[in-house]
């Protein structure tokens, strides 16, 4: 088999694995604020496409898109987020659900269900319906990790890349679920990947442009997206500089400046008739986000620290996160892969016996430049493969470790630089790799062992596997409360925890619990449910987890005094809402206490019977 046939195989099983993984799992996984809003927002754009082919027969096709036809279905969610992936969770749904919308569930739709929905019922669940677009794209993100590890890396420690990028208990987490954090760690890759090949390609540069709208339309990750990669393009070519010449502007970034814009402003129905003040409400939206509560390091920060050392002690955010949450041997490897690419000489392979160099071509002596044009700018100088990672794994963190960011959801705002630090481990486990065949005696024995050429044999494929197992076993360890892991040197959940650190966000952690309340009919009538919003209730009486007849009293203290029953979501900042138990039912003892390895995720209350 040839390599590209080889690499095209294992790039298919790679992908067709993580979605198979990732359908079997994510049934688990609760429904959260951010899901339960994109779910309804997704059906509600459906809802437009739905009366426009109504309008398209009645020969009124544009009477969809004037303004106020437009506003009446895209204004859900809007500002806060473009439409990328909300319309397409909600065209899978159309597509793929199982249709009951005519049953008992029928008014809990945001928009008017007229009849039976004719499918292709590829799931039992409509939510997995929903989320089958974000289960796609982190198969995607694996295929994409394995072809740019392959340019640096043999075929064994690529693959292992692509697994180590899955196989992080936060990432996995938020990879199957209806929010946009997974799907923008795709296209960050994807933008870098074409941008890296636009250094030697004039098509890939006219693409970066495309790739980066899109983006764009996922989410407001993507802005600084450009400043990561200048900061690698203006380093690679630093020779520029000191012969006191700037470098061009790339086709690449050419094309973002031009077409990504382009391509943003058309995905949107919502800005076509408002199109500056709608843009400008946008930007402002994040540029002015409100901070929630979020733990770290045992303390509630939800405003902007004022004083010097909790200044200091915000900026170690992302690196404690990074540290604390990735598993221990993707550090290691990603340490030991960095020093590899920072020993690393000028248009060398990245690692000795790599088959072969950098895109399959070796590249050219510095003495012996290759033709210059602004269509391939750097294909006369070597392209920097360790800053070009350390941009993009720096480049996030670094946004997140500014003490006026926002940093209410964790992991999952920086959760772009992840691929990346696997790509550097994969360098570490093929550098790993050669010096222990290298070290292997007899000569004989070191010869069978690398059978196949280069290190890809028996040693390399073994060595790969291994290291992906402890980073395996500990994602589904921590399924499915991803959120509240932390690794082996903060102690496993337990250990986070006692830590201080973050445990959740937004009452994803409720689906087991659902069981209990159905029990307890009629007194879950008056059902207090804290943080669940009512989009995630709605879904979960859809698919028939939750009684149809199960209520709900409201939000906070007057919630809690109208209700029989009630749960509350185990953060810090939530503490008063205990209270608010213990001061209305009169007592101190919960009914129900959800743990993860000892750790409380959410505690259920009754009102005790009179």
Not at 77 to 93: E, I, Q
Not at 153 to 167: E, Q, S, T
Request: glycine content about 10%; proline content about 8%; some cysteine.
């Amino acid at each position: 088999m040839s390599r590209n046939a080889r690499d095209c195989a294992i790039t298919a099983v790679l992908f067709m694995g993580v979605v198979a993984c990732l359908l079997a799992t994510e049934g688990k996984e609760g429904f959260g604020r951010d899901e339960g809003q994109y779910m309804r927002a997704g059906e509600r754009y459906w809802g437009w496409f739905e009366e426009l082919g109504r309008n398209i027969r009645r020969h009124r096709g544009r009477e969809s898109f004037t303004a106020a036809a437009i506003d009446r279905f895209w204004s859900d969610n809007a500002p806060d987020h473009p439409v990328v992936m909300k319309t397409l969770y909600g065209l899978s749904w159309r597509a793929f659900h199982r249709c009951t919308c005519m049953g008992p569930a029928r008014g809990l739709h945001p928009i008017a269900v007229n009849h039976r929905h004719i499918t292709l019922p590829l799931f039992r669940r409509e939510s997995t319906a929903f989320r089958f677009p974000a289960i796609l794209m982190a198969g995607l993100l694996a295929a994409l990790v394995f072809r740019f590890a392959r340019k640096l890396v043999p075929w064994p420690a690529a693959a292992a890349g692509a697994v180590l990028a899955i196989a992080q208990p936060h990432y996995f987490f938020h990879a199957p679920i209806a929010c946009f954090d997974a799907p923008i760690t795709t296209l960050a890759f994807a933008v870098g990947f074409a941008y890296w090949k636009s250094l030697r390609s004039a098509r890939w540069g006219i693409l970066c442009g495309p790739i980066f709208g899109i983006a764009l339309g996922v989410k407001h990750n993507a802005w600084l997206m450009p400043a990561f990669l200048g900061a690698h393009y203006v380093w690679m070519r630093r020779g520029d500089l000191r012969r006191w010449r700037p470098p061009r502007p790339p086709l690449a970034f050419v094309s973002m400046a031009v077409l990504g814009p382009l391509v943003f402003f058309l995905h949107w129905p919502w800005l076509w008739h408002h199109p500056i003040e709608r843009t400008r409400t946008y930007l402002n939206r994040h540029l002015q986000h409100e901070h929630y509560n979020f733990e770290y390091l045992g303390r509630n920060w939800n405003l902007p620290p004022t004083d010097l050392d909790l200044k200091l002690l915000r900026v170690t955010f992302p690196f404690v996160s990074t540290g604390l949450t990735v598993p221990v041997t993707t550090l290691g490897l990603a340490v030991l892969g960095g020093l590899v690419l920072a020993r690393r000489r000028r248009n060398r392979a990245v690692v000795a016996d790599s088959d072969p160099p950098v895109d399959g071509v070796a590249a050219a002596p510095l003495d012996q430049p290759a033709r210059l044009s602004w269509s391939r700018p750097g294909a006369d100088v070597d392209r920097a493969p360790g800053a070009f990672i350390a941009a993009q794994i720096f480049g996030p963190m670094a946004v997140l470790a500014i003490p006026s960011t926002p940093i209410f959801g964790g992991v999952k705002h920086f959760m772009p630089a992840m691929p990346y630090l696997a790509v550097a481990a994969s360098v570490g486990l093929a550098w790993v790799t050669s010096g222990l065949v290298d070290a292997l005696q007899p000569r004989r024995t070191r010869r069978a062992l690398r059978a196949g050429g280069g290190t890809v044999g028996p040693a390399a494929i073994l060595l790969s596997v291994l290291a992906c197992v402890p980073a395996v076993t500990e994602t589904r360890r921590s399924h499915p409360d991803g959120l509240s892991h932390y690794n082996m040197l903060a102690g496993g959940f337990a250990g986070g925890a006692s830590l201080g650190m973050n445990r959740q966000f937004w009452a994803y952690c409720v689906l087991p619990i659902l069981d209990w309340v159905n029990r307890h009919d009629p007194d879950n009538q008056r059902m207090y449910w804290h943080d669940v919003i009512g989009d995630a209730l709605a879904m979960y009486k859809r698919e028939g987890r939750l009684a149809m007849s199960v209520g709900d009293t409201g939000y906070g203290d007057p919630g809690v005094e109208r209700s029989v029953m009630g749960l509350m979501v185990h953060e810090k900042h939530w503490a008063l809402f205990e209270k608010y138990f213990w001061d209305r039912y009169g007592t101190l003892k919960p009914s129900l206490v959800r743990v993860r390895e000892g750790v409380p995720l959410v505690i259920g209350y009754e009102r005790p019977k009179p």
